[in-house]
């Protein structure tokens, strides 16, 4: 596996980063329903980022009217230089709305976006609900079965996830949290919001959801309700049993970076006669003991 201080990795990277662009573009357009046009659509990239999908649906953006939106402003403002128009971009907050009409988008895709939502994921997921016409689509994408042994570093245990965290507490620079959620949770859960289409297994080391808006009126407090099946308790206890792994992991990592930067303190260099003594003091002990 390459790593970011080996020969050559930035042009790896950037080459991963332009071939994902074109084959997420040929993932979203064969999961859209037969005979599902983009003319005269709107659409929306939810989580756009630097437009990296975005930027592959120019074509479609002559007779569409295509919208990103990313929480990253920089990433924004650098579409808004390069390509707006045909493309309409907006940057958001952490939590929703947008300033955007609802009932108002034919189409929705995010993705890797969901994978790294935490309190903020069933806000949006409403939002979402809400900015689409009614019977219009949106495709996400969701982690777990095919990471969970690189990221949890455990075996994919479908009965035993829900929606589970994992670095809960990592910022977007250092990769920020990751979700991982099973197939039954989201129809369990997403699925009062959405009729579920189709669940499309790994592309990219992950699921897609193709979801259809149900006419009802959603809210956090109803998608967030446990259901009835006994899988939600295994799911949280589960989650807490990582949550707890995880915390032993940093408290591991902080004392050892402690003991590092102690031994390298002035104090500890000063009293290190007394330790050697301490220690010579014991070892003499011992041998008077023993003998």
């Avoid at 080996?6 to 357009?29: C, N, Y």
């Avoid at 075996?155 to 589970?164: F, I, L, Q, R, V």
């Avoid at 308790?233 to 049993?241: I, P």
Wanted: hydrophobic share 40%; proline share 5%; net charge negative.
């Amino acid at each position: 596996m390459s790593t970011y201080t080996e020969p050559g990795w930035i042009d790896r990277f950037a080459q991963l980063w332009e071939e994902l662009g074109p084959e997420t573009r040929t993932a979203i357009v064969e999961l859209l329903p037969a005979g599902w046009t983009f003319e005269d659509k709107r659409v929306l990239d939810f989580g756009c980022g630097a437009g990296r999908t975005l930027r592959h649906f120019a074509a479609e953006a002559q007779t569409a009217e295509i919208w990103g939106v990313d929480i990253d402003a920089t990433s924004i403002e650098l579409l808004r230089e390069t390509v707006s128009p045909p493309f309409q971009v907006m940057s958001s907050d952490y939590m929703p709305p947008l300033d955007l009409d609802g009932g108002s988008f034919d189409l929705i895709w995010s993705i890797s976006v969901f994978t790294h939502l935490t309190d903020n994921s069933l806000p949006w997921l409403c939002e979402l609900h809400r900015l689409l016409k009614p019977g219009g689509l949106l495709i996400a994408t969701y982690m777990g079965r095919w990471t969970s042994e690189l990221l949890a570093g455990e075996p994919w245990d479908e009965d035993a996830t829900g929606m589970n965290v994992l670095r809960h507490n990592h910022p977007a620079a250092d990769g920020a949290p990751l979700v991982m959620i099973s197939d039954w949770w989201l129809r369990e859960h997403w699925g009062r919001a959405f009729e579920v289409l189709a669940i499309e297994p790994n592309i990219h080391n992950q699921s897609w959801a193709v979801l259809r808006k149900r006419d009802v009126d959603v809210s956090v407090s109803e998608l967030e309700r446990p259901g009835d099946d006994a899988r939600e308790y295994a799911a949280m206890r589960h989650n807490l049993v990582q949550i707890q792994r995880e915390l032993e992991t940093v408290q591991s990592t902080v004392r050892e970076q402690l003991r590092q930067e102690y031994e390298q303190s002035l104090s500890w260099r000063l009293t290190r006669p007394l330790r050697l003594a301490r220690r010579e003091l014991r070892a003499y002990r011992d041998r008077r003991r023993a003998t």
